[in-house]
């Protein structure tokens, strides 16, 4: 099965500056790449996803590349806000089968 | 629309003991699925299923079961619980099977003693 791998694990960055979180995938047919967001308490929530046919998407402040050649895709946030703190997951899969999440990245964005 | 809802939201079970956990769904999406959460380990699927009366298995489905008898339930069955069962499980639902955004519902916290 797929196996996905976040980096880092936690993360700390000053208000205003970019924050990027990496993940690596094994499964070549996976093709299905979301993001989620998980504020404490809370349930994950989308906040952008990207499919193997495209190598970049961006929605404001939230960009995602990949690179299906060496099985990695990024998550880039410019110009953090305290807001943004929270947990981030990659997920990797075949559409929705059997998707894989990884580990998680503890963003803490300091005022 | 309330989305994806779960029952109970918190439940504490001695080892041994059986239960289901609740799910359910108003948005007639085909796909619904059962997570685990652990510190550090992010979500594992345990079951999902592409359809009412089809289900199948994730990643960690021992001592789990599920149904699906109708498009907007999506049951998790804990047969006999173990401690190492203790976790935070959320359901989550999709249009399909599809690359689609999953909805999670807010989960449910067991706790096994």
């Known amino acids: 099965g797929e196996n996905v791998e976040q980096h880092p694990s936690t993360l700390s960055v000053q208000e205003g500056d970019s924050a990027v979180i990496k993940c690596t995938y094994s499964?070549?047919?996976?093709?299905?790449f979301p993001w989620y967001k998980q504020e404490l308490g809370k349930r994950p929530q989308l906040i952008i996803d990207?499919?193997?046919?495209?190598g970049e998407k961006k929605d404001q402040r939230i960009a995602v590349t990949l690179n299906k050649t060496a099985k990695h895709f990024s998550l880039h946030i410019t110009e953090t806000q305290p807001e943004d703190s929270a947990v981030y997951f990659c997920a990797a899969g075949y559409n929705n089968n059997d998707m894989r999440f990884g580990a998680g990245t503890r963003l803490t964005v300091k005022p | 629309n309330a989305g994806v809802t779960q029952t109970p939201k918190f439940q504490v079970l001695k080892t041994g003991q059986s239960m289901t956990l609740q799910c359910a769904q108003d948005?007639?999406?085909?796909?619904m699925s059962w997570y685990r959460q652990d510190p550090g380990m992010g979500l594992r699927l345990i079951h999902y299923s592409v359809g009412a009366g089809i289900t199948d298995q994730g990643e960690v489905p021992n001592g789990y079961n599920v149904s699906r008898s109708t498009t907007e339930d999506f049951p998790l069955r804990l047969l006999s619980a173990a401690p190492s069962q203790t976790s935070v499980y959320f359901c989550a639902s999709s249009y399909s099977q599809g690359a689609y955004e999953q909805y999670f519902g807010p989960g449910t916290r067991l706790t096994v003693t």
């Open positions: 499964d070549s047919a996976s093709n299905y």
């Open positions: 948005m007639n999406h085909e796909y």
């Open positions: 990207i499919r193997s046919n495209v």
